[in-house]
């Protein structure tokens, strides 16, 4: 009797350790994964964050993450997160908040952080890019360097990803979803790869500068919803992704003046399953991708890896999958598409933003409300 006593909750306590100590080595499991370039692990950064759109990081290595769907600027240090003070009102309603976000390469010279985001006006909204100085947890000096043209109704297709390099920011601008025609009018921004000077004035040298009726600061048009940009670290061409419809998303070279076909051309089709216009895929004069996905993958952020962490993996072009939830890799050759691996498609997450980290790691923002590295592991 006294044994039975005994031995019941003694056992008790051994299933309970037992369980505990499966769901340890289960959650430990979760933390790391396999890849081309070997096993590595997951940390989690920092939680909250709905949808982080767009990341970056300052020279002490704190990271800035908007967050599209409340219209924040955060600071990012130790695991926690401040609203930066100071930031603008946002539209955010449907695709539509705080989007992309870049810090300027002298910031310690000067201070200047680079954002897009939604703006309302007479119950339109539209694309609007500032920069301020960040200091002590607050924006100043707001500067007002772009604002697209038309505004409209909706909240769709915004694209906003921002690029800077040698004094010059591009930014992509989406179509707007029910004005997809205008993506072929050099009368408007949308649908466009834009391209100013760091301080907003537009470069004589752009390719439709001058010409009459058309938005001076068009660096490229025929885009429909591109929501990835990032600079080739060898080659310093312009790289840009984009959402087709149902089918078609693609990966394109942006080259001045080009025309990279949307609505004419696509490999996708109405999400109904109708064809679009024609039913084309080419045409004379309209720029072919790089690559395209059928299925849909959702494309986002994207970005060159150069980091020495992951030697297996640079050079590599990365890129955040929204529909089909995973982190798409690809091997470039030539500017041809040789190899694509499908990371964390286990965790069924929806990349937002990818940046690579002082630290040579990988830094994602995934929908839902985290921020997560990827390191070898140890």
Known sequence: MLRS??????LSICLLVSVLLGLSCQAQKKKTASSS???YRIDTIVRGITIPYGLDFLPDGR?????????????????RKEAIKNVPAVYGKDQAGMMDILVHPDFEKNGWVYYAYSASRGGDNGTVVERARL????????QTLFTSFPFYSNGAHYGCRLALKNGYLFLTIGERYSLRDSAQSLGNHLGKVIRIREDGTIPPDNPFFGRSGAKPEIWSYGHRNPQGLAFHPQTGDLWEGEHGPKGGDEINLIGAGKNYGWPVITYGVEYSGATIGDGISRKEGMEQPVHYYKPSIGPSGMVFYTGDAFPAWKG???????ALTHLNRIEL????????ERLLEEKKWRVRSIKQGPDGYLYIGVDGGMVVRLRPRS
């Open 5 to 10: 006593m005994f031995w019941k909750p003694l």
């Open 37 to 39: 370039a070997g096993m």
């Open 63 to 79: 990271m800035l993450v908007t967050d599209r769907s409340d219209g924040k600027i955060y600071l990012v240090e130790k695991g």
């Open 135 to 142: 200091k002590e947890g607050a924006l100043s000096d707001h």
């Open 316 to 322: 590599s072009l990365f890129m955040g999958a929204l």
């Open 333 to 340: 050759e030539n500017n041809k598409v040789v190899k694509e």
